[in-house]
Nanobody, 123 residues
Framework: QVQLVESGGGLVQPGGSLRLSCAAS????????MGWFRQAPGKEREFVAR????????VYADSVKGRFTISKDNGKNTVYLQMNSLKPDDTAVYYC????????????????WGQGTQVSVSS
């Protein structure tokens, strides 16, 4: 059974940084695409970043490009999202997602999801 457990959220001031972690277990993820999505109050869930477990190819949403970095640690089966220069608009619940081949990797549905971690950016 696939489990994705996020951690690392919290309250940070504008301009600050946070690193989110997603510990994945339950199967071999070598062919999966791992993604981070977020959902702000009153808004739909949106794509943030993704990484292919094999090879490490990354893609970012325009809104976070240059500020966020997605990475992985194969040995720990963990995916990270380093978030720098945080803005109030980044406030949301952040979700980790794992999609096997054949799924729309940037769609905000499908695959496996973690429980989410709250990120709040406020002074």
């Amino acid at each position: 059974q696939v489990q994705l457990v996020e951690s690392g959220g919290g309250l940070v001031q504008p301009g600050g940084s946070l690193r989110l972690s997603c510990a994945a277990s339950g199967r071999t993820f070598s062919r999966y695409t791992m993604g981070w999505f977020r959902q702000a109050p009153g808004k739909e869930r949106e794509f943030v970043a993704r990484i292919m477990w094999s090879g490490g190819f990354t893609v970012y949403a325009d809104s976070v490009k240059g500020r966020f970095t997605i990475s992985k640690d194969n040995g720990k089966n963990t995916v990270y999202l380093q978030m720098n220069s945080l803005k109030p608009d980044d406030t949301a619940v952040y979700y980790c997602n794992a999609k096997p081949p054949g799924w729309a990797v940037q769609a905000a549905e499908g695959g496996y999801w973690g429980q989410g971690t709250q990120v709040s950016v406020s002074s």
